[in-house]
């Protein structure tokens, strides 16, 4: 907290605004006399209630995931279908006995490019083969595939903004970390080594996902916390994918995999580490009634789905459709936020302090997993915006608020302003491009050219009174 001190002409006046005693002060023969700061009762603090939306949101980071490919050039045709994301194998078959060739990195380089911009980011998986299983096309061998790694690790550090995560990949059939002909899956030690591989070759705030819970019970016995979340250490940044979702009791040999854990203990690591990690996969079949949706509902709310792929199992995808359940499935996958009220000052002085506090709903599965500055932001005869000191990916399913109190410039000009939240993203490249920022789902609310979640209309009026620094020169938070 930031505190203004302020010495006036009356010593007993400060004690008094203290309510401590006042001190014994030699005046010195000139007493200069600070005019920055006048302290009087806060302005009025008003509520207002917002209306919540049901509509489809297409927010970034989040939902039904479209299979794309290194050859696609128009990847906004992807976000004008709804996506905002679309998961890409990048086929290393070619070089399995040698190494990447600097033309092939190139072409990976550009179907990045083009993924920049276009309002969708990508899911990346790395693989030596299409399958099948149980008798697969080879994969490669250790020392390649570690190899490769520091290859790619340029491309994937210079393409971090429209990378949203990775899977782990490599391993075995479709990179799936099973059927492995170079025997890589039956070996704790060799995945180990790819993982931490794979953490190193990606910013530190970016996450692989593992194809099964355990290996990451294995590598990581204690499940995160709230505390050990989002720290950029190595346990923080390894997620979830399931790729044979509700197919069998076991998600054909997800859980419980070589009896190493129990399916319980895997269920109760899942429930708590997913709340702060990316969650997605695909349906491999149908299996009703474990695949139809009330245990879908309750399964991709158990484990914080952030994705899914939507084109398989396009049985089951079916089957959510006719029984109804698809559109919230959609609606809920990641985060979901509304705002249920604010309660601010009406009226500010410049120079002066306000006062907000707001609520909000996540109706979604999980939170944001990646970083997403939150900005509070005046519109109006200036513009003036500061980032707050607030984790969206905090707000976790259920209910939500946060509270902050910023001091305004002096020098802003009296008039009506609007108070607006912004979520961009937080990549230079991609910050001042709207499909990438967050909406509310409020009706009225949603600013589509600046991006802005609008919470009211705020009047800057110089006898709106409260306590006032007039040295202020910028809007900052103070509280």
């Not at 083969?129 to 994969?139: A, T």
């Not at 530190?204 to 916390?225: A, E, I, K, N, W």
């Amino acid at each position: 907290m930031r505190k203004f001190f302020v010495l006036f002409l009356s010593i007993t006046l400060f004690a008094c605004s203290n309510n401590k005693p006042a001190p014994t002060i030699t005046a010195p023969t000139e007493i200069v006399i600070p005019t920055a700061t006048l302290v009087v009762n806060e302005p009025e603090r008003t509520q207002v209630e917002y209306e919540i939306s049901d509509d489809f949101l297409q927010n970034p980071e989040r939902g039904f995931s479209s299979e794309a490919d290194i050859e696609d050039t128009d990847l906004g045709e992807y976000y004008e279908d709804g996506v905002t994301l679309v998961y890409t194998t990048i086929r290393l078959d070619d070089y399995r006995d040698g190494d990447i060739p600097e033309e092939f990195l190139q072409q990976i380089d550009a179907y990045f490019s083009a993924v920049r911009g276009s309002g969708v980011k990508s899911i990346v998986r790395f693989a030596y083969n299409d399958g099948p299983f149980p008798n697969s096309e080879p994969d490669a061998s250790l020392e390649k595939i570690l190899r490769h790694i520091e290859q790619l690790q340029p491309v994937l550090q210079n393409n971090n903004d429209v990378i949203v995560w990775m899977e782990a990949g490599f391993i075995g059939a479709w990179g799936e970390w099973h059927a492995s002909t170079n025997e890589l899956d039956e070996s704790s030690e060799a995945k180990l080594q790819i993982l931490n591989s794979l953490l190193n070759a990606l910013p530190d705030d970016r996450s692989v996902l593992l194809r099964y819970p355990v290996d990451m019970m294995t590598f990581f016995p204690t499940p995160l916390s709230v505390d050990t979340a989002f720290t950029g250490n190595d346990q923080s940044r390894v997620g979830f994918h399931n790729d044979c979702f509700l197919a069998s009791s076991d998600d054909e040999n997800t859980y419980g995999r070589d009896g190493v854990f129990t399916i319980e203990q895997e269920v109760e690591y899942l429930k708590q580490t997913t709340q702060f990690v990316p969650v997605g996969g695909e349906s491999c079949a149908p299996n009703p009634p474990r695949s139809d949706c009330p245990s879908a509902l309750q399964e991709l709310a158990l484990f914080h789905f952030t994705e899914l792929g939507d084109g398989w199992h396009p049985d089951v995808l079916g089957s959510w459709e006719a029984q109804g359940c698809y559109e919230e499935i959609e609606n809920r996958l990641g985060y979901r936020f509304s705002l249920v009220d604010s309660t601010v000052n009406e009226r500010v002085s410049p120079g002066g302090i306000l006062h907000l506090k707001v609520k909000l709903e996540n109706t979604g599965f999980s939170s944001p997993i990646n970083y997403r500055p939150v900005y509070l932001v005046l519109d109006g005869v200036e513009t003036f915006e500061v980032l707050l000191p607030v984790d969206a990916r905090l707000w976790l399913p259920g209910s939500n608020e946060f509270e902050i109190k910023v001091r305004l410039p002096a020098h802003i000009a009296s008039g009506e302003y609007e108070l607006s939240l912004w979520l961009p993203d937080p990549s230079k490249t991609l910050q001042d491009n709207p499909r990438y920022s967050i909406l509310f789902a409020n009706y009225g609310v949603w600013d589509d050219v600046t991006a802005y979640n609008r919470l009211r209309t705020i009047i800057v009026d110089t006898n709106a009174g409260g306590n006032i620094d007039l040295s202020a020169d910028e809007l900052m938070v103070i509280e």
